[in-house]
């Protein structure tokens, strides 16, 4: 357990979240020295990944030549397992199509199956991938609101059936919920399947947080559902957050309907994409072959660090917060302070010295909201609380 309290330098790594974020915030918010900024907002852990990916990643290394290589069956044997064990889900090895990421795999999703102009809905606030894809390739985002509810997030199926009935082409769901950490029940999933074939919609379902689940709650994957089957489903899975291992850039998509894979493969074969880099194969087969106690102990950690950071908020007037039941990402209402969003940032920027994502990256109702990553050491998070409450007060 002690391995997660270890402080990692990483300035100086060409690390987004540790030195890229200077220019971030002088561009965005005028701040001339971030150097003495603490980072808790972009979606990567200060924790070291498991030795075992470590070990793999060596050993590879060990072996001086880097020519063309392919997936081994060994290591989609290994992904097999993995969700097996963690989430009772079976998949067909011939069904994983391979992507460097899952971002550039929903980019090659909606590219493959809508056309400029189509609509694609999104249920906000949600991470801003899901607008920023569609936006580039010049499709209709239509965005519907989910319904805060204690801190936490809710569907209004009949506003989402009412957009789908007006003719949308694909729904991008984020499952586990990412800024909410929202773990979706299977009645929401099985409502928002029978909509998707209803309607004959594309569902795209995003499960990169799937793994990082807390005690109480438990992720379902789409494809499990009862009916998914007669559905469009493609789910996007990768170990990277699981593993904190983004920078390796690794991804699937879990792809049953065979037409849909066929067409996946054509767009892939027309990019002249590549499955991936010997590296990140190597890591991907290692974490999932052996990376479950790690897991075990990353989430426990994760967890106390969000008790922790629960009680604290919650007892700063106007801010409440709740815990999540998956990511590593606390969503803080602070609407009830009455501070405007570039007040909020420029309080916890220029006063905290506290790099948090503002609310309305994830859309307009992300208003009156923060993100805070804590997946850190302990102590990071209790320097990252403190620089909060000196922010406010
Ligand atoms: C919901 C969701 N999808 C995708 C990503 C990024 O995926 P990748 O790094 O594989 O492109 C993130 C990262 O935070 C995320 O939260």
Same mark, same amino acid.
Request: aromatic share 10%.
């Given at each position: ?95 994983? &199509? ?8 929903? /980019?090659? @999703? =909606?590219?493959?199956?809508?056309? %400029? !102009?189509?609509? #694609? ?38 506003? &989402? ?8 082409? /694909?729904? @991008? =769901?984020?499952?586990?919920?990412? %800024? !909410?950490?929202? #773990? ?38 789409? &494809? ?170």
């Amino acid at each position: 357990m002690s391995s997660f309290n270890q402080i990692y330098n990483r300035k100086n790594t060409n690390s987004l979240k540790w030195d890229q974020f200077k220019d971030r915030l002088k561009a965005k918010y005028n701040v001339e020295d971030a150097s003495d900024i603490l980072p808790m907002w972009v979606a990567d852990m200060d924790f070291a990944v498991p030795e075992v990916i470590i070990n793999a990643v060596k050993q590879r290394l060990d072996h001086p030549v880097f020519g063309y290589s392919y997936i081994s069956d060994e290591c989609k044997t290994a992904i097999q397992n993995w969700f097996i064990r963690h989430h009772n889900w079976h998949i067909d090895k011939n069904t994983i &199509l391979f992507h460097h990421g899952v971002v550039p795999a929903l /980019a090659s @999703i =909606l590219e493959t199956f809508t056309q %400029p !102009g189509d609509k #694609v809905c999104i249920s906000t606030p949600v991470y801003p991938a899901f607008t920023n894809i569609p936006t580039a390739q010049k499709r209709t985002l239509v965005a519907v609101d989910l319904v805060q509810s204690e801190n936490s997030f809710k569907y209004d199926f009949s506003v &989402l059936e009412e957009q789908f009935k007006a003719g949308v082409k /694909a729904y @991008i =769901l984020c499952s586990p919920h990412n %800024p !909410g950490g929202v #773990v979706w029940s299977k009645e929401d999933l099985e409502q928002i399947v029978k909509l998707c074939i209803k309607y004959d919609v594309l569902l795209v379902s995003d499960e990169i947080h799937a793994d990082i689940v807390f005690e109480g709650a438990k992720h379902i994957p789409t &494809l499990t559902i009862e009916g998914a089957e007669q559905a469009k489903i493609v789910t996007c899975i990768a170990p990277t957050k699981t593993f904190n291992m983004a920078g390796l850039h690794a991804a699937m998509m879990v792809v049953p309907n065979d037409e849909l894979r066929a067409k996946l493969i054509e767009n892939r074969n027309a990019h002249g994409q590549e499955d991936l880099n010997i590296l990140a194969a190597s890591a991907l087969k290692a974490a999932y072959e052996d990376g479950d106690e790690w897991l075990a102990e990353m989430i426990q950690y994760v967890s106390n660090n969000m008790d922790y950071v629960v009680e604290e908020l919650n007892k700063l007037e106007g801010v409440i917060v709740t815990k999540p039941q998956s990511t590593y990402l606390i969503w803080i209402d602070y609407r009830g302070t009455g501070l405007t969003e570039s007040e909020m940032m420029h309080r916890i920027l220029e006063v905290g010295r506290l790099a948090l994502e503002p609310g309305t990256k994830y859309g307009e109702a992300g208003n009156g909201f923060l993100r805070m990553n804590v997946a850190c050491p302990f102590d990071t998070v209790k320097d990252g609380v403190e620089r909060f409450k000196k922010s406010l007060y």
